[in-house]
């Protein structure tokens, strides 16, 4: 049996390039390309490397990994404290009350996105509603137990305060361009 080498060139320095070297070699490449981008490391810890790949695209902002779009869990908290968690959390609110003024007052210098005006007209929208099924009291002025069941029924009029909060869109948007317009972007 004799080797075919027919198809291979016989001095090295005889092999050409295809095309020219510069921008068009790499056209399929993406642009911005990060060192991490190279790095094969199994972040997430697991051995796995499905889940490596999921965190890193969680990591990355491709939130959309599931097949649906991911939304925050903010808005879905229950809002029902036993005591001690009540009195847990106030306590962690006076550390952190310092640190969440400074927060607020670099937001508020910030034009707010869609998004920011959407959270913020729903949750007018659930306060209204909460205003109206204790006929006026303020969430304060009601007793634990009577806001947990109003909480319950706010959930279930969940469609009904979204509407509310698309029709109050444009009046949130405004409230917050006379507030811009009223100090002159400080405060």
């Known amino acids: 049996m004799e080797n075919d080498n027919s198809n291979l060139p016989k001095d ?5 390039p295809t095309k020219d070297v510069g921008e ?34 969680r990591r990355r902002g491709h939130y959309d990994t599931f097949g649906d779009s ?3 869990e903010g808005e879905e908290l229950s809002e029902v404290l036993s005591h001690a968690q009540r009195i847990k959390a106030s ?5 952190m ?10 937001a508020m210098k910030r034009t707010p996105t869609m998004d920011v005006f959407k959270k913020r007209a729903s949750r007018q929208a659930r306060r209204d509603m909460f205003k109206t099924l204790t006929r006026g009291q303020d969430k304060g ?4 137990a009577k806001r947990a069941d109003i909480e319950k029924r706010l959930d279930r009029l969940k469609p009904r305060i979204q ?17 811009k ?5 400080k405060k």
Do not use: C, H, W
């Open 97 to 106: 009350s310092k640190r969440i003024g400074m927060a607020r007052k670099r």
């Open 181 to 185: 317009n009223s100090t002159g972007g």
């Open 12 to 16: 090295l320095g005889e092999i050409e």
């Open 24 to 57: 068009d070699n790499n056209a399929g490449l993406p642009k911005n390309l990060s060192f991490r981008d190279f790095m094969v490391v199994d972040t997430s810890y697991t051995g796995n490397e499905y889940l490596a790949y999921q965190a890193q695209k």
């Open 163 to 179: 509407r509310m909060a698309m029709r109050m869109l444009p009046a949130v948007r405004k409230k917050d361009r006379d507030r």
């Open 91 to 95: 306590l962690r609110m006076k550390k």
């Open 70 to 72: 991911y939304e925050p």
């Open 141 to 144: 002025d009601v007793s634990i």
